[in-house]
């Protein structure tokens, strides 16, 4: 049986084949393009502020609110997250007690007879800065539940809350996957990176509901909360701005605001979310990734990780790998271990493809970010290509990007093909320059991220440079814009 992957992106011109023919990597390595700036696409990308209807608190008492699902593993399970309670932002706060209200899923395959129940936990997080002046956050009561036992390619409807206490959210729905087979196929999967709270958000996130997706990727950097002070005052350049504050500062209402604006998307479709630097948000004792590991359930100990910041799950027959490029990567890791046993256990009779995802991109010509994670590609490159890995999806490199099949920087048409989907309309703007373009090649130095480790990009181009004098030759397509991707599978 022949399979056909389809990748719709909204940022891409018109194709150069027929209307009635879609070309596939068969047809590459293609003549590298770049699609001429149109600034007229740089839309708004301003913070929606705090009055905005759509970020405001709709609920009262202890209704749910910012509510989502995301998958388990499997077809067979789902996870239902919502938080009750109000957030405190102050120099003294009090976490509220998550034992005080019950985690509760009533659902079933009618709307009028919720016949199943699901019970589950609840968690309080809050982001602490130990200097003066700075102000301290913690969060609404965090629910999540997982409900099992589910048929594939069904409509279920449900509702959250505690019933004890006269608190359920209204009725929703969601679509479970197909079963993992070389046949099913969840309809679209929506790719989107960097999304942020701006007004580009906004139209990003109705482009893509109209598309209709079955699944949603975020691949990192979600809220940008860390582009504000405490106070509430913010910078498109967190470091450009306040360049002498003790610590990285971050506004956790932000993280709010994302989850009302999101409900009626993360309420009805999974939401899958790899973290991105954004997420990082350093606080007291060295903690990272509260937030992150605290709004968003994951299938990570389904999927044998110990960790939020990797793991992996089925959609159909797709094997979904989401990795951690903030967290150790190298062959001494977990996370390492972790992937290699992962890998060897994908049955590529049942899940014939095979798709890799994680924030930093290995493949980009812009100059932002330019071979920023080369240590991870140093350390996991071969791995992902030994097993046949078909796609890549990366964020971080505000911009669209495809490649040919690549490994090594050498055309290779058993490589990936590496997809960089990484404005959905954030605040710090889109990448418009290449690294190519005279003077435009950053200082090799300058390029590693501290937290992804040292400098390893010592494989240069076939000229001896660190960077290319033209679109290399693995950079398929690239357009400076905003929007997001539709991925289809066709049988």
């Not at 068969?26 to 705090?50: E, Q, W, Y």
């Not at 003294?92 to 079933?108: E, H, M, R």
């Not at 389904?302 to 960790?307: D, L, N």
Request: hydrophobic share 35%; charged share 20%.
């Amino acid at each position: 049986m022949t399979f056909l992957l389809l990748l719709l992106f909204c940022f891409l011109s018109p194709a150069i084949f027929s209307a009635d023919y879609i070309p596939s990597t068969l047809d590459g390595p293609f003549v590298p393009v770049t699609v001429p700036l149109d600034t007229s696409l740089r839309g708004k990308a301003i913070d929606l502020p705090d009055t905005d209807p759509r970020v405001r608190r709709r609920v009262t008492g202890f209704e749910p609110e910012q509510i989502s699902i995301s998958l388990s593993s499997d077809h067979d399970s789902i996870w239902v997250s919502w938080i009750t309670g109000e957030f405190q932002i102050g120099k003294n706060v009090k976490p509220l007690n998550p034992t005080s209200i019950n985690s509760i899923v009533q659902f079933g395959t009618l709307r009028h007879s919720l016949s199943h129940e699901a019970k589950g936990h609840s968690l309080v997080y809050s982001q602490l800065y130990p200097f003066d002046g700075l102000l301290n956050y913690t969060s609404g009561i965090i629910h999540h539940v997982r409900i099992t036992g589910l048929k594939p390619s069904t409509v279920y409807y449900y509702r959250c809350g505690d019933p004890s206490r006269w608190s359920m959210s209204k009725i929703h729905r969601f679509r479970t996957m197909p079963v993992s087979s070389p046949s099913s196929y969840p309809g679209r999967i929506a790719v989107v990176g960097d999304l942020g709270l701006t007004y580009n958000t906004t139209d990003t996130i109705s482009h893509l509901i109209h598309n209709s997706p079955d699944l949603v990727l975020l691949i990192g950097d979600v809220s940008y909360a860390n582009l504000y002070l405490t106070n509430g005052t913010s910078s498109d350049c967190y470091s450009c701005s306040f360049p002498e504050t003790p610590i990285h500062e971050t506004y956790q209402p932000r993280w709010d605001y994302w989850g009302r604006f999101m409900e009626d998307l993360t309420s009805k479709v999974p939401l899958m979310v790899i973290e991105g630097n954004h997420e990082i948000e350093l606080q007291a004792e060295n903690k990272t990734f509260e937030a992150y590991s605290s709004r968003f359930a994951f299938p990570f100990k389904e999927s044998g990780s110990t960790s939020t910041l990797y793991y992996s799950f089925n959609a159909g027959g797709i094997h979904f790998v989401m990795l951690g490029a903030y967290i150790a990567y190298d062959k001494s890791a977990e996370q390492y271990e972790w992937l290699k046993k992962d890998l060897a256990k994908v049955d590529r009779s049942v899940t014939p493809w095979l798709v890799a995802s994680w924030h930093p991109p290995w493949y980009s010509s812009y100059t932002a970010h330019y071979r920023e994670a080369e240590c991870m590609k140093e350390a996991l490159e071969e791995l992902l290509y030994s097993y046949g890995t078909d796609i890549v999806f990366n964020g971080h490199v505000h911009a669209y990007e495809r490649s040919n099949r690549v490994y090594n920087y050498e055309l290779d048409l058993c490589g990936p093909v590496y997809i960089v989907v990484g404005d959905g309309g954030n605040r710090e703007k889109m990448a418009i320059e290449h690294a190519d373009e005279p003077g435009k090649c950053p200082e090799p130095l300058t390029t590693p991220d501290p937290v992804m480790g040292g400098f390893c990009a010592r494989n240069f181009t076939p000229s001896g440079e660190f960077c290319w004098d033209r679109q290399p030759d693995y950079s398929a397509m690239r357009e400076s814009s905003f929007g997001h991707g539709i991925l289809e599978v066709l049988v």
